[in-house]
């Protein structure tokens, strides 16, 4: 396709053709907002092999409740409404790495940037939340956890 059978197209078809002019640019908004959000996402095996191999501090953000009902093992239920970067089982892991999560990883990016702010330089956050590691078939924790 050439760029004159691509502006016949986008002649013939206007609402098409800023479709996919909008789509295009959300998609570049959302990826260069990404570049520049101060933390990174990472998928659920990517937070077990940091887990694992570094240590890693996770932080939950659900209401103690759905904590209860089902949470990354050896992870720390820290409820929104509470959570601040000084806390003092925060303040001891700012050379770890840390992972905020939530249910589906809103909550948890809102967290993220707080943690960036407040100086800590290794923040993730669990791309898709708890639902993203129940997908990958991952084990889940009950109770209150440690």
């Not at 098409?16 to 990404?34: C, D, K, N, P, S």
């Not at 209401?63 to 409820?79: L, M, R, Y």
């Not at 601040?84 to 939530?102: F, H, T, Y």
């Amino acid at each position: 396709m050439n760029l004159e059978e691509l502006s016949a197209f986008a002649g013939r078809n206007p609402m098409l053709a800023l479709a996919l002019a909008g789509i295009t640019l959300a998609i570049l908004y959302t990826e260069v907002a990404r570049l520049f959000r101060g933390f990174k996402g990472l998928r659920p095996a990517e937070l077990t092999a940091l887990m694992n191999r570094e240590n890693a501090l996770v932080v939950d953000l659900q209401p103690a409740g759905d904590f209860e009902k089902g949470h990354i093992p050896g992870s720390k239920n820290v409820q929104m409404s509470q959570f601040d970067p000084e806390n003092k089982m925060l303040a001891g892991a700012r050379a770890l790495p840390v992972v905020a999560v939530c249910k589906t990883g809103v909550t948890a990016a809102q967290a993220a940037k707080r943690l960036r702010k407040a100086g800590f330089e290794r923040v993730y956050v669990l791309e898709g939340g708890i639902a993203a590691w129940q997908q990958a078939d991952l084990p889940l924790a009950k109770g209150r956890g440690k």
